[in-house]
């Protein structure tokens, strides 16, 4: 990416083209010739100049052609330089904001679902496919635990952290404990694990639990042992997505090979996780354009990530598609969503934990 910007410029009647070339293929799907250039209003060049501009534009790889058309298409390289360097951001106007936040206010509180939610006005408003990674739940700061009993030698334990999400933990019990004494070691627990890491409280809590001199000793000591493991599963993360519709109308996917790689990505979750939380770490908002991606699934797909807060946990959302994407739409809309998200999640848990 950053070769492309520190080792070559192009002149003026390159960038034109090339702008011309990327936006009108984004738009029509139809590799783009020098005549239908020659055409746009404003333009002074003839179509044999445009040819020319356009050869170059090949020999520099910027550009390639279909065997079956004289037109030309944008390679990788050719995106990259467009959204660099050429590309204004389309905003969302305020009907298009107002509309995704009536959307995702008028669901239900729950995180899941409003992130689900989120996913499927991604994919509309994109006409691409949508995608939600949730919080990392293993970011937060251990808030409380609240112990309910539930049925006879069942507990109910609550795991709240201080972003407002919760984790919520079935446990069997060797005996019926009363509601007073769930009471006092959850009240024992919270006093000794408050306000740590959650990953600091899993490498620490048999030291800060071991040697109680309060009454159930061994049993406090049991029930707090038992949200390790749950820690470890809270390091899974769930997502959503919609709009695979939008994908199988593509032209690009008439391909029946490229149409199954993506399928068969939206089936393994794990690697989807994966590339998302790649994207996740470079900060802001990313664009990862076709060979740029690192999984050989999506090699002929452009990527548009960034992330969304809730407190102290961030979660990840953003557009997959083909590499013919509306760039400049695409990356308003994941920026306003990722702070319309941030905002509306923030509003929910401060009336009350929000169950994830």
Sequence with gaps: MDAIKKTETLTERERLVLNLIVENFVHSAVPIGSRMISKKVGMTLSPATIRNVMGDLEERGYLTHPHTSAGRVPTDKGYRFYVDSLMGVEALSETEKQKI?????????????????????????????????????????????????IAEKKVLMVLSIK??????????????VSREVLEQMAAVINERLHGLNLQDMKRTLDDR????????AELVLTVAQSIIPHLDRAGHRSFHFGGTNNIMVQPEFFDQQKLSNVLNLLESKEILIHLFEHNETMGDLSIAIGEENRDE??????????????????????VLGPTRMHYSKVVSLVDFMAKALSNILTEEVSGGGASN
């Design 163 to 176: 972003s407002g999400l919760v984790r919520t933990i079935l446990l069997k019990m060797e005996a019926e």
């Design 101 to 149: 936040t009536d959307q995702l206010t008028r669901v239900s509180k729950e995180v899941d679902v409003i992130l689900d939610a989120a996913s499927q006005v991604l994919a509309r408003v994109s006409n691409q496919l949508g995608v939600v990674l949730s919080p990392r739940f293993f970011q937060g700061i251990f808030d409380k635990i609240e112990l309910v009993p």
């Design 297 to 318: 699934l999506i090699k002929y797909c452009s990527l548009i990530t960034t992330s969304y807060h809730l407190g102290s946990v961030s979660g990840t959302l953003g």
């Design 209 to 216: 639990i071991r040697d109680l001199d309060v009454p159930n």
